[in-house]
């Protein structure tokens, strides 16, 4: 990361108070893109005269806006409506510009906000990578021979690079905690409910949600309180938190007991070593800050067969929504046959059977109040290991790569990818920690903690 990138808090705080302009903070968002992005591929589209003259309006209206992201450049996944932008979902299945900005969007205009660009993803998020036949392989920054990991990768990749403070992106199987994982950045996977997915009364499901990458935990804490809330055609609902996520994010937390998982949710899933002893000195970390971290094995609830029946009609909804299908990409038109083959009872047993998982879930938390475990069992593979293959070839590739997130998906329950340590190689490593259902404030509680015990995020090497 460029040292010289202010957080979200502190260039929301320096506009409100007039130490700086909006347009000044998103001119050095802008800088910072133009001299980093070639080398790394995370923008699709950078919103320059926009995002200028949106910052200029914010300037004019002077202490009358006091947004809590008053002047924050924010760069938002390629699945987000924004009006007057194309919402590509990462192909070339939509070619008309969105009549209005979604409720997230909405969210953090209203906030204060600059839109300073559209991030990179797989079509339709259906991968744990980043690469698309429309936009190209993203690069991690730290290796740019290894993928950022998926979907939301070019988000991460704008956060950890310093070019963006926060960037939007979305999780229907770890595509939020994946890259920051990757990256070395915060992901946080809100509960189900948590965030309007509106337009859209549910996103693949109840699988996916929109959802934050930043690099420190106020800076998630900031964005969460702007975007949560629900509208009235929201499928799924979670009840607001007690007190603002900014207050648990400053406050802290009492002593928590922590169940750190000795096994992966996967059965016979292996853990690499750099991984296993990344967790070992996280949750010495833990302990060190007072928290109860006593490991066990998990009962963990089977997600395969309800991950994918809703995945896979998750998909074929999304299709149904873009204008020009026969253009998607054919790894993406076989999802999406698959999704139409499958009977409605067996898509209706599979959301009974997330209940079921949820419930299964929920019991891991009788004597425990938070769970940790690899957010990755693995490291990041490489950039472009997915080009060339087929459908049947990237589902195998990634079935390890989402081992250990898929289920909070079906379960619902909120999960952050936080950096833990490094392989050999240097790559990052993250973990990932679960907490009940709409208890985000815990999850942001012990962020706090860790960013005041001496960061949450390694400086990205090529600043």
């Keep these: 990361m460029n040292r010289s990138a202010p957080s979200a808090v502190e260039i929301s705080r320096a506009v409100r108070r007039g130490r ?20 790394v591929n995370a923008f699709t589209v950078v919103r320059r005269r926009a995002a200028l003259r949106e910052a200029e309006q914010i300037d004019r209206a002077g202490a009358a806006h006091a947004g809590p992201l008053a002047g924050v450049p924010v760069a938002v996944k390629e699945e987000y409506d924004v009006a007057g932008e194309v919402t590509t979902l990462g192909g070339r299945g939509n070619t008309a510009p969105a009549d209005a900005d979604c409720a997230v969007v909405q969210r953090l205009r209203a906030a204060g906000a600059v839109i300073v660009g559209r991030t990179n993803m797989s079509e339709f998020g259906q991968f744990p990578a980043t690469q698309s036949a429309l936009h190209g392989a993203c690069l991690n920054p730290w290796d740019p021979s290894r993928s950022p990991g998926g979907s939301s990768g070019g988000s991460a990749v704008a956060v950890a690079t310093g070019m ?20 070395g950045v915060v992901g946080l996977k809100p509960a189900r409910g948590r965030v309007s997915s509106a337009p859209l009364d549910e996103h693949w499901l109840g699988l996916a949600g929109f959802g934050a990458i930043t690099r420190g935990a106020r800076d998630m804490a900031l964005v969460m309180d702007v975007i949560s809330g629900n509208t009235a055609g929201d499928r799924w609902r979670t009840a607001p938190p007690t007190r603002p996520f900014a207050e648990s994010a400053e406050g802290g937390t009492g002593a928590l007991r922590v169940l750190a998982a000795s096994n992966p949710v996967m059965p016979g899933a292996g853990v690499a070593a750099p991984v296993g002893a990344a967790m070992r000195d996280f949750a010495q970390r833990l302990r060190a800050l007072g928290h109860d971290v006593r490991g066990a094995r998990v009962a963990w609830p089977t997600p395969t067969a309800a991950f994918l029946a809703l995945y896979f009609a998750g998909v074929r909804r999304e299709a149904a929504q873009v204008a020009h299908p026969e253009r998607l990409e054919p790894r993406t038109r076989v999802s999406v046959r698959i999704g139409a083959a499958l009977p409605t009872p067996v898509v209706r047993a599979a959301r009974r059977r997330a209940q079921r998982i949820r419930a299964g879930v929920e019991a891991a938390f009788r004597s425990a109040d938070l769970l940790l475990l690899p957010t990755m069992i693995g490291v990041p593979g490489g950039a472009h290991d997915l080009r060339g293959k087929g459908w049947a070839a990237a589902m195998l590739a990634s079935t390890p790569v989402v081992s250990n997130t898929a289920i909070f998906n079906v379960s619902g329950h909120p999960a952050m990818s936080v950096h833990a340590g490094f392989s050999p190689e240097g790559l990052p490593i993250g973990a990932q920690l679960v907490a009940r259902t709409g208890r985000e404030d815990l999850l942001l509680a012990v962020a706090g903690q860790l960013e005041d015990d001496g960061g949450l995020c390694p400086p990205w090497p090529g600043c």
Excluded: K
């Design 20 to 39: 700086m302009s909006a347009r000044r903070s998103v001119e050095d968002a802008l800088a910072r893109i133009a001299a980093i992005d070639p080398d």
């Design 164 to 183: 963006v403070p926060v960037a939007m992106g979305s999780d229907g199987g770890g595509s939020l905690r994946i890259p920051a994982s990757a990256c």
